[in-house]
């Protein structure tokens, strides 16, 4: 896009936050706690904040109590706490409880919250504007603005009107340039200007690559007589197997909701594999099925969730700018949580850049931010359970609940391990096997009942793309699919997107073709991350565009 040969209105302030989820609200919230008279504006692509709000979930509260003490008194959302927490290794046909007193006390689940984040999100944002924060939803920033000295000095966001091509058609809108002395990028997982800040300034250099995970959900409403509010499920095994890591989650929330899911490892060899259809498998299982019998499905959505844990954390500031939460990528996967750490990152960015500011700073690298994540909760957090993923990377599920849950017990203990810290290796991508190596899988078709094709599901993520935009999804080079991608790897496009994006196009007498239905998008980023041959580029489409969700 020529953005840089058009002329913009331009508003200034002191920080710019791209992002309302849990780690931008925050930075926000508590910047306006430090200093009422900083100008503090945050920028959401969603169509209003929460719309692409996609977690579990279940909130440890950390990170809230420390950024706003009395939320309990502020009509929070969050009001089921966990009472009852188990884990199962499931087989076809049934499973077994695996002991919770093994387990190290950091993977306890008590005192935590079943949660909707994106009604959190909802929430945070008006505790945020009744501080002052200026909150703009339906605006997606679309490029960096670059100062003088090579600083990131802000973003343009805004922009409407493009043609598919490209070019400004006659309804152009060409958005504003938001300026800041200091950019907060709280994009979430694989963010379009994170990932460029990332490259431009070697962020990543002497760290493991990123790994990730998929992240499918759906939320029903099941039969009264089989709901226990504040039960928390977890299994590993069964789909999956051997084709994969991963593992599911059952969350009973609250007004007879149940909240389950399914995360798939994204580093698995075999490009036959099928995630979304895993999920809907896993439906069937009788425990499960037992569960939803009766009941109906309410939303649907899918998200990529960070997974690469302490070794992966790139380097967080640059001159002008900083990575939060997600962006940065502050999950802990055996606890299968970040939100805590989102919110805690957004803090801690807050109170550098007000000490910065304060100081007659800007522009510059917030070190203190750095150090703060990394010497502080946050690094703690992450240092503990560093060698989970590794260890299920290189043995197996069964092997890795052992060796992680020795490892997890001397890092809570003693605070080292056997270990060190061991490496991941591949990225995600690299992973990918050729398909003649492996066998196709054959799944069932959706019954229509518990399981759902994938179109069916999309509609319940209630995705809507403005037609005669720019594609969002694009092609390095659009003859990979056909030329590469389809004879090495099988077109895997076509079965890891969860949204159906993705087809090859096979007619009589013709060529196969290989077509990009961005309107199904859910912005998960899975085909950005896990494309064999990273042809695919992810970029944010038009404001306000993208799922809606509910409450997710």
């Not at 995600?428 to 066998?439: I, P």
């Not at 069932?444 to 720019?470: C, Y």
Request: net charge neutral; hydrophobic share 40%; glycine share 12%.
């Amino acid at each position: 896009m020529m953005t840089d040969q058009i002329e913009r209105e331009a508003m200034d302030y002191d920080v710019v936050i791209v992002g309302a989820g849990p780690s931008g609200l925050s930075a926000a919230i508590r910047l306006k706690q430090l200093d009422p008279d900083l100008s503090v504006v945050v920028l959401e692509k969603g169509s209003e904040v929460g719309a692409h709000i996609l977690s579990g979930a279940v909130l440890d509260p950390s990170g809230l109590d420390a950024l706003l003490p009395d939320w309990r008194q502020r009509d929070a959302p969050i009001t089921v706490p966990v009472t009852k927490d188990s884990f199962y290794f499931l087989g076809p046909a049934g499973g077994i409880r695996i002991p919770n007193f093994p387990m190290p006390p950091l993977m306890n689940n008590h005192g935590n919250y079943i949660v909707s984040m994106a009604n959190v999100c909802r929430w945070m944002a008006r505790q945020a504007e009744a501080l002052g924060v200026e909150i703009f939803p339906g605006m997606s920033c679309s490029a960096l603005v670059w100062g003088d000295a090579g600083e990131v000095a802000g973003v343009i966001a805004g922009e409407f009107g493009r043609e598919p091509d490209g070019t400004a058609g006659p309804n152009y809108e060409p958005g504003m340039e938001l300026r800041g002395k200091y950019v907060f990028l709280s994009e979430g997982v694989r963010g379009s200007l994170a990932k460029q800040v990332i490259a431009r300034f070697n962020l990543s250099d002497g760290k493991e690559p990123q790994k990730f995970g998929l992240g499918m959900k759906e939320v029903w409403q099941i039969d009264p007589e089989k709901h226990r509010e504040g039960t928390v499920t977890h299994t590993m095994g069964w789909p999956l197997g051997s084709n994969a890591g991963g593992g599911s989650f059952l969350y009973h929330g609250a007004n007879t909701e149940v909240h389950l899911g399914l995360v798939v490892h994204l580093n698995y060899a075999n490009p036959h594999l099928y995630p979304y259809m895993e999920f809907q498998r896993f439906k069937h299982h009788p425990m499960v099925a037992e569960l939803l019998k009766g009941g109906k499905r309410v939303a649907y959505g899918a998200r990529a969730i960070s997974e690469g844990g302490w070794q992966s954390i790139p380097k967080m500031v640059a001159p002008g700018v900083a990575l939060l939460g997600c962006s940065a990528g502050l999950v802990n996967v055996p606890r299968i949580k970040g939100n805590h750490n989102a919110m805690l990152s957004g803090k801690a960015a807050a109170e550098a850049a007000h000490a910065a500011i304060a100081a007659g700073r800007s522009g510059d690298e917030l070190t203190e931010y750095e150090a703060a994540v990394r010497g502080g909760a946050i690094g703690k957090d992450l240092r503990r359970v560093r060698n989970v993923k590794p260890l299920w990377s290189r043995f197996g599920l069964l092997a890795s609940l052992t060796l992680g849950g020795f490892d997890m017990w001397t890092n809570s203990l003693f605070g080292a391990s056997l270990f060190g810290t061991l490496t991941h290796g591949k990225t995600d991508a690299a992973s990918t096997g050729h398909a003649r190596d492996f066998a196709p899988i054959n799944y069932p078709r959706p019954d229509g009942v518990l399981s759902f094709d994938r179109l069916t599901n999309v509609a319940f993520s209630f995705t809507n793309h403005a037609e005669g935009q720019p594609a969002h999804l694009t092609l390095r080079d659009p003859s990979v699919p056909i030329r590469i991608n389809l004879p090495e790897y099988a077109e895997p496009a076509q079965r890891y997107c969860p949204a159906g994006v993705y087809e090859v196009v096979a007619e009589p007498g013709k060529d196969p073709r290989f077509v990009i239905n961005f309107q199904n998008c859910v912005h998960c980023k899975t085909c950005d991350i896990k494309d064999p041959s990273q042809n695919i580029v992810w970029m944010t489409p038009q404001g306000g565009d993208g799922p809606n969700y509910p409450n997710m």
